[in-house]
Nanobody, 124 residues
Framework: QLQASGGGLVQAGGSLRLSCAASGFRSDDYVIGWFRQAPGKEREGVSCISVIDGSQYYADSGKGRFTISSDNAKNTVYLEMNNLEPEDTGVYFC???????????????????WGQGTQVTVSS
């Protein structure tokens, strides 16, 4: 199971930290990714991290502004989002890909488990 939290309403230029708590994974080899979906748009990958080797991937939308990290002792992955823009508004989902070992370009169909999503709203 994946439990996402930390969303909210913030003004442009502000920051939020999202958390994704994982439980029930039998393997230590997996990638956790953050996706987002704006109204009327397709779900897109934002960032992901490999739990086993720590490799990270950022989509262009978040490079330089977002930082992904993991606390393996807590089975939690964080997405620190800084300098938020109205275009970052959407529902953010965390997802787990059990067959991936390294972080890389994100494809929705490669992720097996999904959290419930947390709303991020950035006002201008």
């Amino acid at each position: 199971q994946l439990q996402a939290s930390g969303g909210g309403l913030v003004q442009a230029g502000g920051s939020l930290r999202l958390s994704c708590a994982a439980s029930g994974f039998r393997s230590d080899d997996y990638v956790i990714g953050w996706f987002r979906q704006a109204p009327g748009k397709e779900r897109e990958g934002v960032s992901c991290i490999s739990v086993i080797d720590g490799s990270q991937y950022y989509a262009d939308s978040g490079k330089g502004r977002f930082t992904i990290s993991s606390d393996n002792a807590k089975n939690t992955v964080y997405l620190e989002m800084n300098n938020l823009e109205p275009e970052d508004t959407g529902v953010y989902f965390c997802a787990g890909a059990l067959h991936l070992m390294r972080a890389g370009p994100m494809r929705v169909h490669e992720y097996d488990y999904w959290g419930q999503g947390t709303q991020v709203t950035v006002s201008s």
